[in-house]
């Protein structure tokens, strides 16, 4: 079961600023870094975010991440239609001493 | 060129046991922890188990915690995952990753992806 939340779907015009919410608590994004993953219709996974706002080589930088106490958040500005997927946040929580994803948000580019 | 490639997945039934691997290369196997992830058709994604790499750890999510066996041969840059007593609640596309970051510091990811392998737990 998630402990992180996300907005079921989010969605803009190409060209918009779309975000993405991840709520947390303490034991997870307060005390650890959150990482984002970005999942293409039928593909496996693929690290978008890490360490709250650091891409991986290769990652467009209209992709960004933030953290503030028990939240983070993806943006992505100047959206494409290749952005179309689902995205998931993800953190280790300390009480449960486990990773955990959150509930994931569909982007859709109207 | 980092790949992962998973392998193992099938149609079993419940009560049945199953074993899955993941070929690593393209990276130094051996110095980096590596984990399960599974997606349930439809669903979100959920961590499975993590394996340490220099530093000889296991870790299991409690959805598996005593049916699931992770293991690594760093010989043949090679993870498995013994699965037994599967439920139809397993049923998923099983994705072997290589864990980055430093878990001290609380900066834990899944850098790699591998393809992933459908297990399917049916009667």
């Known amino acids: 079961q998630s402990v992180l939340t996300q907005p079921p779907s989010a969605s803009g015009t190409p060209g918009q600023r779309v975000t993405i919410s991840c709520s947390g608590s303490?034991?997870?994004?307060?005390?650890?870094?959150v990482n984002w993953y970005q999942q293409l219709p039928g593909t496996a996974p693929k690290l978008l975010i890490y360490?709250?706002?650091q891409r991986p080589s290769g990652v467009p930088d209209r992709f960004s991440g933030s953290k503030s106490g028990t939240s983070a958040s993806l943006a992505i500005s100047g959206l494409q239609s290749e952005d179309e997927a689902d995205y998931y946040c993800a953190s280790w929580d300390d009480s449960l001493h486990s990773h955990i994803f959150g509930t994931g948000t569909k982007v859709t580019v109207l | 060129e980092v790949q992962l490639l998973e392998s193992g997945g099938g149609l079993v039934q419940p009560g049945g046991s199953l074993r899955l691997s993941c070929a690593a290369s393209g990276f130094t196997f051996n110095i980096y922890a590596m984990s399960w992830v599974r997606q349930a058709p439809g669903k979100g994604l959920e961590w499975v188990s993590t394996?340490?790499?220099?530093?000889?750890?296991?870790l299991y999510a409690d959805s598996v915690k005593g049916r699931f066996t992770i293991s690594r041969d760093n010989s043949k840059n090679t993870l498995y995952l013994q699965m037994s007593s599967l439920r139809a609640e397993d049923t998923a596309v099983y994705y072997c990753?290589?864990?980055?970051?430093?878990?001290?510091?609380?900066?834990?990811?899944?850098?790699?992806w591998g393809q992933g392998t459908l297990v399917t737990v049916s009667s």
């Open positions: 990753t290589n864990r980055a970051g430093v878990a001290a510091a609380g900066t834990r990811y899944f850098e790699h």
């Open positions: 360490t709250n706002n």
């Open positions: 394996i340490g790499g220099i530093d000889p750890f296991t």
């Open positions: 303490s034991s997870n994004i307060r005390s650890n870094a």
